[in-house]
């Protein structure tokens, strides 16, 4: 696993780095103190994870993740002397977040975190590998009732009211049903025009959810929410799609 570390203060870098590299099947790929160096780091190293402190001076952690585009961007844990940013953490889909001053243990928990997380991206994205034509409409011509997709010889249907949630993946929507991901190359906006709305409503700039796998949703610190679906994937909640999803689920807000 490639990884590179993003800190300003030089022996706190060395630290980090040398804890890293003492983990198993870890290869540090690259060290930087600020957030222009980081990116262009970024570009030539290609990392699996960068883990990355949050304070910094000028261009701090959580800007410098959100300046990378999602379809090149590195699994990412915030490394922190600091509880108050988990909420912008979980904002930018961080895989773990790391408080100051760091233990072994503590970093071999966020190193396998990171790997289970990359395991999970590869499983999916062996399990279908779309050559995609939607296929199948509802009663009024307009909503999709199932994706088919090709894999080989063999073509593979999902029913949408067995999808529970849908996310954005680069050039390609990733499609959650039971279990399994099902990886359709249409933007997000192409995808949600030909879903039924009384189904399917938005989560946030990067996700939609099935309303009918939601059992429950969770105020998190700075006012933000996420919603827990039947299989225990939490979803975040994004402040201007909160009203319409409340509604869906029958609270108005």
């Known amino acids: 696993m490639r990884l590179i570390v993003v800190e300003d203060e030089p022996i706190a870098r060395d630290g980090l780095c040398a804890l890293l590299s003492a983990e198993p099947l870890v290869e540090v790929v690259g060290s930087f103190a600020n957030a222009d160096t980081a990116r262009r780091g970024i570009r030539g190293t290609r990392p ?4 990355v402190d949050v304070e910094m001076p000028g261009e701090g952690g959580v800007d410098l993740v959100r300046s990378i585009p999602s379809v090149s961007r590195p699994h990412v844990v915030f490394v ?7 909420a912008e953490a979980f904002d930018v889909e961080a895989v773990d977040y790391v408080r100051k001053p760091i233990d072994e243990r503590r970093m071999t928990q966020a190193v396998e975190r990171v790997r289970r997380v990359i395991a999970t991206n590869t499983r999916a994205r062996a399990d279908v ?3 995609y034509q939607p296929s199948g409409t509802s009663d009024d011509g307009h909503h999709l009732k ?3 997709a090709r894999l080989g010889d063999k073509l ?15 050039d390609y929507m990733r499609v959650h049903s039971n279990g399994h991901a099902l990886l359709v190359r249409m933007t ?11 189904l399917f409503v938005r989560a946030h700039r990067s996700a939609v959810v099935n ?5 429950s949703v969770d105020t998190l610190p700075h006012g933000e929410y996420v919603a827990t679906l039947k299989d225990g ?6 402040r201007m799609y909160k009203p319409a999803l409340f509604e869906a689920l029958g609270e108005r807000t």
Do not use: C, Q
């Not at 699996?48 to 883990?51: E, I, N, T, Y």
């Not at 922190?80 to 988990?86: K, P």
């Open 48 to 51: 699996d994870a960068m883990f």
């Open 80 to 86: 922190t002397a600091h509880e108050n940013y988990a």
């Open 129 to 131: 590998e779309v050559n």
């Open 146 to 148: 199932r994706i088919s």
């Open 156 to 170: 593979v249907v999902v029913k949408l009211s067995d999808v529970s949630w849908i996310e954005a993946d680069g």
């Open 188 to 198: 997000m906006r192409e995808l949600e025009l030909r879903l039924d709305p009384a």
């Open 211 to 215: 309303v009918e796998f939601v059992t």
């Open 233 to 238: 994937v939490r979803v975040r909640i994004g």
